[in-house]
């Protein structure tokens, strides 16, 4: 079972930005939990950020076939990036949207999100612990598939 994590842009500065908000946990303990939890799991788990569109775009299309599921974190691509949503739809695999602050608590502008419609799921506002909620979700989304 392999299922890959993507953070969106800003992610890469976590403990840094606004820990009011995003909490004082730093993108690599939160992979470094994700790990720990997928090694118990028996999930190969592969990690990805980008600051760029188009990055996102590039990695999420490179999934096809290599995937099983996914973790995304589009951060502030949720809001308005249709090149983000059409990828996701593209990968047709089990997605979970993940976002560490509760965007619907948040300014208007982050109450919706473009690719909300095309995931399994949405997290939000659960902190770090999302991205681990996520991955035991799509692992029982997974296991049941496979029987």
């Known amino acids: 079972?392999?299922?890959?994590?993507?953070n969106g842009p800003n992610i890469n500065v976590l403990g840094k930005r606004e820990p009011g908000i995003y909490g004082a946990d730093t993108?690599?303990?939160i992979e470094a939990r994700v790990r720990?939890?997928?090694d118990q799991l028996g999930i190969e788990v592969e990690f990805f950020q980008s600051n760029w569109e188009g990055g996102v775009v590039d990695y999420l299309q490179?999934?096809?076939g290599k995937?099983?599921?996914l973790i995304i974190n589009p951060a502030a691509f949720s809001h308005y990036s249709i090149a983000v949503r059409d990828a996701l739809s593209f990968l047709s695999i089990p997605t979970v949207e993940v976002?560490?602050?509760n965007i619907y608590a948040r300014e208007p502008f982050r109450h919706h999100s473009v690719s909300a419609a095309v995931v399994t799921g949405?997290?939000?506002g659960?902190?770090?612990r999302g991205y681990l909620l996520a991955l035991e979700g799509l692992h029982s989304i997974l296991e049941e598939n496979q029987h």
Request: proline share 0%; glycine share 8%.
């Open 1 to 6: 079972m392999r299922i890959a994590v993507v």
């Open 27 to 29: 993108l690599e303990q």
């Open 36 to 38: 720990e939890r997928a």
């Open 62 to 64: 490179s999934l096809l």
């Open 67 to 69: 995937a099983d599921g």
């Open 99 to 101: 976002h560490i602050s």
């Open 122 to 124: 949405q997290i939000s």
């Open 126 to 128: 659960l902190g770090w």
